[in-house]
């Protein structure tokens, strides 16, 4: 693989990026699903990350996981 016209442009270095599949589950009820989603991905324990904005719902996401909940942490003060 050749490096592309960026990256001599920029002189960055040679790399890859891989990214898994992403899936999206939306609407009305998605939030009864996030405890069969995660147990479909295989995870044992989720954190949840929220900016302020959406603290209430991140509390929500983290009361629907249950046992799964590893924690929930609002960012505060890092964000402009």
Excluded: C, K, N, Y
């Excluded at 890859?16 to 479909?40: C, I, K």
Aim: proline residues 4%; charged residues 15%.
């Amino acid at each position: 693989m050749t490096a592309g016209i960026g990256a001599a442009r920029f002189g960055a270095a040679r790399f890859v990026h891989e990214m898994s599949p992403v899936r999206v589950v939306f609407g009305a009820g998605a939030l009864a699903d996030v405890p069969a989603e995660t147990a479909a991905l295989g995870l044992a324990r989720v954190l949840v990350v929220s900016t302020p904005g959406r603290a209430g719902t991140a509390e929500e996401v983290a009361g629907a996981l249950g046992g799964r909940l590893a924690g929930l942490h609002v960012i505060r003060g890092l964000l402009q």
